[in-house]
C-alpha cells in the first residue's frame, strides 16, 4: 500500500522554507527520500530508520516518527535547484526490501 | 554513475505482442527492481529480485514477468502488452542491505499503441 504524501504539489520563492510530508496505515521501518527533476532518474536524498532519527542534508533535514507512522521532509532557505518531484519510500519490519513511494510531491522554487 | 543500464530507452510496440526490457547492472549487487512511472500514480513497483532466479511480486504485477538467470541482468517482459502499460519504466538496484538506498536506471520509455 503506497504511502500518502502531502501536499501534492508547492510553489516557493527563493529563500522560503517548504515541509513534505509522508504517511503510512503500516508499521514503518524506514524510510527514503528521493528527488527527481523532470526527465531524469530519481535520485537518493536520505535514509531514516526507526527510533525517530533525525537526518540532515545541506539545507534538506528529515525526520522520522515511527509511532505515527510519518516522516517529513524538511527545505530550508529553498535554492532554484531544489525544485523537483520529491517522493517518500517506505519499508515494512520483515520485508524492508520491497520498497513503496508515495505519489509524490511536485516542489517548484521561483526567482 | 550507478553502473545500471536500461535497454531500450525508447520503445513504440502495438497491442498484443510481447516485449521485453532489460536492466544491466556492472557491479553484481544483489536486489533488483523495476517500477513503472505514470502521472499522478509515482512509482509503483512491479517485480523485484534478491538473488538469481529469486524473484518476488510487487503493487502492480499483473501483466509482467521477471527473470534473472545472471546476477548482473534483470529482464522485464510484457507478454502481450497493453495500451495501460504504456509507462516510463525504471531499473534500481540497492547496492548493500535492506537500509541502502536505491540507485536508479535512466528508464525506458513504452508506449504501447
Known amino acids: 500500500q503506497q504511502p500518502v504524501q502531502s501536499p501534492q504539489a508547492v510553489i516557493l520563492r527563493e529563500g522560503e522554507d517548504a515541509v513534505i510530508n509522508c504517511s503510512s496505515s503500516k508499521a514503518l521501518y524506514s524510510v527514503h527520500w528521493y528527488r527527481q527533476k523532470h526527465g531524469e532518474a530519481p535520485i537518493f536524498l536520505m535514509i531514516?530508520?526507526?527510533?525517530?532519527e533525525q537526518k540532515g542534508h545541506d539545507k534538506i533535514s528529515a525526520s522520522f516518527n515511527e509511532k505515527k507512522q510519518q516522516s517529513s521532509l524538511y527545505l530550508t532557505a529553498s535554492q532554484l535547484s531544489y525544485s523537483g518531484t520529491y517522493f517518500c519510500g517506505t519499508g515494512s519490519q520483515g520485508g524492508s526490501e520491497k520498497l513503496v513511494f508515495g505519489k509524490g510531491t511536485k516542489l517548484t522554487v521561483n526567482p | 554513475d550507478a553502473g545500471i543500464t536500461q535497454s531500450p530507452r525508447h520503445k513504440v510496440t502495438e497491442t498484443g505482442t510481447p516485449v521485453t526490457l532489460r536492466c544491466h547492472q556492472t557491479e553484481n549487487h544483489r536486489y533488483m527492481y523495476w517500477y513503472r512511472q505514470d502521472p499522478g500514480h509515482g512509482l509503483r513497483l512491479i517485480h523485484y529480485s534478491y538473488g538469481v532466479k529469486d524473484t518476488d511480486k510487487g503493487e502492480v504485477s499483473d501483466g509482467y514477468s521477471v527473470s534473472r538467470s545472471k546476477t548482473e541482468d534483470f529482464l522485464l517482459t510484457l507478454e502481450s502488452a497493453t495500451s495501460s502499460q504504456t509507462s516510463v519504466y525504471f531499473c534500481?538496484?540497492?547496492?548493500?542491505?535492506?537500509?541502502?538506498?536505491?540507485?536508479f536506471g535512466n528508464g525506458t520509455r513504452l508506449t504501447v499503441t
Open positions: 531514516l530508520l526507526k527510533g525517530g
Open positions: 534500481a538496484i540497492r547496492k548493500g542491505q535492506n537500509n541502502s538506498p536505491l540507485h
